[in-house]
């Protein structure tokens, strides 16, 4: 063979080469382009429906909420409702699938059963589906499109529908942009969204020296939607309309649809996906040495793209797992760190969250030392508009709860505040109350909250648990200017108050079944002793057990309270004198013979158990009185003698108004030194520091307050 | 309080009965009359316990002593007593007999 046949041979294999290198380059570019666009369209129409799914759902959540059963409601009630929420069209239908209360005169007394398309929703009156939405379709009467949502009440005996026009969908969508348009989502694919009809773009901040319409973008807007065809070049009914658009000097690919009102159109570059290829055929141009090479590299590129595909499809879970993070992090922060162990309550909660995090919260904190307030609450929605919301809501209930300490009045105030700033028309159900450690005495409001369960007795019979069902006003954020009424219930020592939220009676099994009411008390029932952790326990794994590994739909809450006992707390004051202190010695003893308040439950029995105690507490007592009587100047001094059972142990509370003075200060004298260079004085305050167990000074509207606790054995160092 | 005091010569000893406290201990001080004595011992077996005040009115005692050549015993003081004094550390100073 000659060298010029070689050459030629060689020359006709580099451009046999290079075109099909240049076709399947091209053909490989398509694909993936497609790919892309295919997936990002999906996910944008997803995330879509996503949101307008949920809203719709609040919507109809807050309707069924108003009118609480399948009733015969006048058109204009129904009407005002509409109006009220901004809703096109709400019926409520009855368990036979009719039509029983609407806003559309065409609606009333009609069938659902009998169209293919309204059909669906009779699976609301099964017990089980708590929705059904339906895409958006062209409204029967008039032009507009229109999607459907129902809810079901929740006994079963029908469901509320409602209906929003398209055109409804601009406020929600602009509301939600910030969201849709999350910027961290792909490397270079961007979003545009602009108004259906003006073309006003509002996807983006835009500065005032950039184009504003899709128009000034260039796009031809009059070939919406016709224009285009998938780059595969196959065509067809239903293949994807891709279009070319040069936008701020690149190639970019486009795909538009439109949603409520809205054009959105999702841009791919084509430098994305073809600049390997023409990379490539450059290279091979230049050299056909190269050609080989060419081939290798454009493999390594093609796995390139593959790579880039996979970051795309990781970075859109990630931001999904990540808004999930977030509200994890959020609704976990929220929840308040354990109290410190009292003698007269016991207190357990936990939350499970659901995988898709919805709004529960619990919170309990002490007003002062002898009431406690605690609550549960269940936010409306899911993710992380549910979760700030339920920071928003626990921090104005617990700032009002600590400034009116009636429940009432706090509820009724957060309430106000919160129908202010609810922007995304949340609501929450929550139970709140104050334990009263000195009586008992529990004031609670029940904003729409499920019942909580209490049980009475201390002993293993006659533990029956029931409900408390008084209710005091509607749920939060829902009506400004409701005023709660207080409600009260009185709690015996050993009596158990039992709080959850709707994730665990309405946990579901395999079959469909919820958890229910009667369940939850069962599992209380098995309960054997008070014992609030217990409690929660036993309830969680009840729910778990009848889940059987179903998903969990919703958090699921549990808060306990036992009221353990009373307090047996004596006061007195004296007089700052030597006369003074003996009294003081005396009432120490008149405590533990429980001559102070010998009709108290308890006292004698339990003062002559602490007894032990008492020379070691007359030691500290002498102590600390001589001290103020000697160096302080006060007028006076109280002493508050509380004796506690469990942990046994006594705590003295010594005040007076003398002049400022920290014994926890003060130094120890140096005992090491022999005993005729010590200076006489000083001992006291190290004797009162070992011989108890804690020693706390705090000086409070220009009083001192010392406060010692001794436990257990009379010598613990 | 109640005390008791005998004296046999240069030995002085004194029985106390009940709390030794800011009330009581000027009472015992009172009657402490250590001239011309060479051993003075405290019988604590009925003592209930002692405050710092207490142990004040023992330490002038130890000190007047321990000047004078003589000596002070302290005889059969209950665990709370002898408790005070382990941690103020007068247990290694005074001498006291279970």
Known sequence: MKKGQIVASAAVLYVALMGVTWTIGTRQAAQKTEAMLDYAVGDMR?????????????????????????DAH????????????????ISVVDREGRVIATNDPDSLGVDMLVKDETRPFAELTNGVTQVVSQPFRRHAYGNSRRKYLGVPFPNGDGYVQIGLDESRMDRMISAQLSFLFDPQVGDTLCYLCADEETGKLVSKQLEDDMPQTLAELGFDVSAFPAGGASLLGDGGAGAAKTFVQWLGGRRVFCRSFLFGGHRFIVIEPEDEFYGSRNMIAAAMAVLLALVLGGFAFFLVRISGDSERIRAFYRAADAARAKEMEIAKTIQSSALPAPLEASPYFRLSASMMPARDIGGDFYDFFMLDSTHLAF??????????????????????????????????????????????SNTANMFLTAWGGVLDLETGLVTFVNAGHNPPVKVEGAGAEGRTPKYVTKKSGPVLAFMDGVAYRPRTLSMNPGDTLFLYTDGVTEALDHKGELFGEGRLLDAISAVPEPNPKMACNVVRMAVAAFAEGVAQADDQTVLAVEYVARPLRFVRSFPPTQEGIASASAFLDECFGGVPDAAREGARELGSRLSPLAPALHVVLDEICSNIVKHSGASGFEVDVELVAEPAGVKLTFADDGAPYDPLSHKDPDTALPALERPIGGLGIMMVRKMTDSMDYERV??????????????FSK | MKIDKMQDGERLAYRVEGRLDTNTSPELEAELKLDGVKEVSFDFSALEYISSAGLRVLMAVHKSMAASGGAMKILHPNAMVLGVFEITGLDSVFAVEA
Do not use: W
């Open chain 1, 74 to 89: 006048s058109m204009e009630e129904v009407a005002a409702v509409a109006e009220a929420f901004d809703i096109d069209e």
């Open chain 1, 375 to 420: 609550m549960v609450a269940d936010v409306s929605g899911k993710g992380v508009t549910a979760a700030l919301y339920m920071m928003t809501a626990k921090t104005l209930l617990k700032d009002a709860l600590l400034a009116f300490r009636d429940p009432a009045e706090a509820f009724s105030r957060a309430n106000a505040e919160l129908c202010r």
């Open chain 1, 46 to 70: 997803v995330s879509l429906d996503g949101v307008i799914d949920t809203m719709l759902e609040h919507l109809a959540s807050i309707v069924v909420h108003h009118f609480r059963q399948a």
């Open chain 1, 701 to 714: 509207h220009d009083r001192n307050y010392l406060t010692v606790v001794k436990r257990g054995e009379v």
